[in-house]
């Protein structure tokens, strides 16, 4: 597998779970990891990404707005998922809440 | 149900079953009734954070650990402690599982926004004061002290 570059202009699909939700909106409590896994948008498609997860939204990120808070950002390709690439750094409360505010729903979840 | 869950499992029971019966208002049936009401409010989201031990390693679909009780145990203490200087005041948080084992409680007040973070463990607490208008920061921190976390957020209501 070949390992790519990430423009920042490149979108980063992120799965969210029902309970991180509030309001109709992805929740800061899903981008705290200090590894954040997302997919490669240009790599994959936002049914690829959530296929298994049918209980999950899905949202992108924008790889430049991360960048911008200070997170790296780079490809990270795995047998199982080409298109997996890793955010990383630490995720104070104010770049988690910047990560959320600034993702848009691709596809969003099911309604419980 | 193995011993460690028990004891675990009693650890919650006493952080809902010790929620502050009564607030400084008293002796008006409408007061008492939007006391029970605020309790009911309240009471539904520790059972919220309680139900987050079901919550299965991989839960965000990605490598979400589980939610430990002590960090269950310690959100619904801090909202009790807000609850006994705010009683009926406090309106109920917002809560979700954070992705690294941590539980998010946040606040929305007429102007500002609050969020706190606690980490996996119970130990380790991170906070944001926001303007709600702007989303531009009034005062960011960590702490371990559970005492600091809640003066800063008390401070916020006055």
Redesign the interface.
Known sequence: MRVQEIADADDLYRRIHPLQVRDGRPTSAAFTDPELSVDLAKLTTPQQSLSDYASHGLASIIAGHARSLRQEVFHNPVESNPAHALVKGKKTPSIAKSLARSAKWEVLPPIS | MTREDSATTSLLEEEILTVPSSSSTMGNVNDFSEEEDHRKRLGAVFSKIAAYRHLPQG??????PQIDLATQAVAMRIIKLLWLSLGTALPEP?V?????G?I?L?WELPMREI?V?IGQGGTDF???I?EKAT?N?VE?GTTRDIRILVTRILIQFI
């Open positions: 839960w965000d679909s990605y490598r979400a917002f979700a599982p954070c992705s690294d941590g998010l946040e969020s973070t991170e906070y944001l926001a989303d920061i960011e």
